[in-house]
């Protein structure tokens, strides 16, 4: 019964040796990649709204959306908290949906729904708003932008600093009623 019970765990133990040494081979260390690099891109959209007669850069939240949903953004006007604060844009819903186009030359070609006469009437901040919104995504001088149906020699504007970008916060979160133990 006692050499029954060695064998047993004699099998056991090589059983176990085979499964600890598995194929592995020892090695030295090994380095990984450079870590990342670069701006990191913001989970934010920044837009340029109207506050009074001047540009006014604003983040929302959510994530970065393509140019021409950020210019659809525009036109949809601003949130409730924004217009709160007293912000509101130039830009026609009409003007829905814009697309944009970089050509070879590194301009952005910014495209709406309106026909191109109405276009050229639109008002200067309306302008200004799309041109900032595009510039500012891209990294690009507002010269480097053209709005098709806009005097080419219309004189960009100079966009103001964008703010920092929000972080997202989560709010805190409620405590699920505790059940109160009767007593006797």
Do not use: K
């Not at 010269?143 to 703010?163: H, K, M, S, T, Y």
Request: with cysteine; glycine share 8%.
């Amino acid at each position: 019964m006692i050499a029954g019970r060695v064998r047993l765990v004699v099998a056991g133990l090589g059983v176990l040796a085979a499964l600890a040494g598995c194929g592995v081979q020892p090695s030295g260390v090994i380095t990984g990649a450079a870590p990342p690099s670069g701006r990191a891109e913001p989970s934010a959209t920044l837009l340029y709204l109207v506050s009074g007669d001047r540009l006014q850069p604003v983040w929302r939240l959510g994530g970065r959306l393509p140019d021409a949903a950020a210019l659809n953004l525009l036109a949809a006007g601003p949130t409730d908290a924004e217009a709160a604060e007293g912000v509101t844009t130039e830009v026609p819903a009409e003007a829905t949906p814009f697309s944009t186009d970089t050509g070879v030359s590194g301009v952005v070609h910014v495209s709406t729904a309106l026909p191109a006469d109405q276009v050229a009437e639109l008002p200067d901040l309306a302008i200004a708003q799309i041109l900032c919104t595009v510039a500012a995504r891209a990294e690009l001088h507002p010269l480097q932008v053209r709005v098709i149906g806009v005097d080419p020699d219309f004189e960009a504007p100079d966009c103001p600093p964008a703010p920092p970008v929000p972080t997202e916060t989560v709010p805190p979160q409620p405590r699920p009623p505790t059940e109160a133990t009767p007593t006797r």
